[in-house]
């Protein structure tokens, strides 16, 4: 079945660097677009980042561009979420998905939390 695990959150201060990694498995990954999303407490879940299947075409929330960087290896089946200059308000849990055969699919999350 498919699968998405999500790994690399954890504490950071602000203006600092994390990386997110989705591991996909179940599917044919590199058939798919995959998107990253984040949910902050008491917030609506937001798109973050999304990227083709292919890699060559990705779009950013404006809140973070500039910031995040999606990636993707379609050898390996990971997809990335480099975040740089972390703030405060990037403090959420991260989420990577697909749709992939007319379904969309979800991993658990992974939290990131900028504090000082």
């Known amino acids: 079945q498919v699968q998405l695990v999500e790994s690399g959150g954890g504490l950071v201060q602000p203006g600092g660097s994390l990386r997110l990694s989705c591991a996909a498995s179940?599917?044919?990954?590199?058939?798919?677009?995959m998107s990253w999303y984040r949910q902050g407490r008491g917030k609506e879940r937001e798109l973050v980042a999304s990227i083709s299947a292919t890699g060559l075409s990705r779009n950013y929330a404006d809140s973070v561009k500039g910031r995040f960087t999606i990636s993707r290896d379609n050898v390996r089946n990971m997809g990335y979420l480099q975040m740089n200059s972390l703030k405060p308000e990037d403090t959420a849990v991260y989420y990577c998905a697909t749709v992939a055969r007319g379904r969309d699919y979800w991993g658990q999350g992974t939290q990131v939390t900028v504090s000082s």
């Open positions: 179940g599917y044919a990954f590199g058939s798919y677009g």
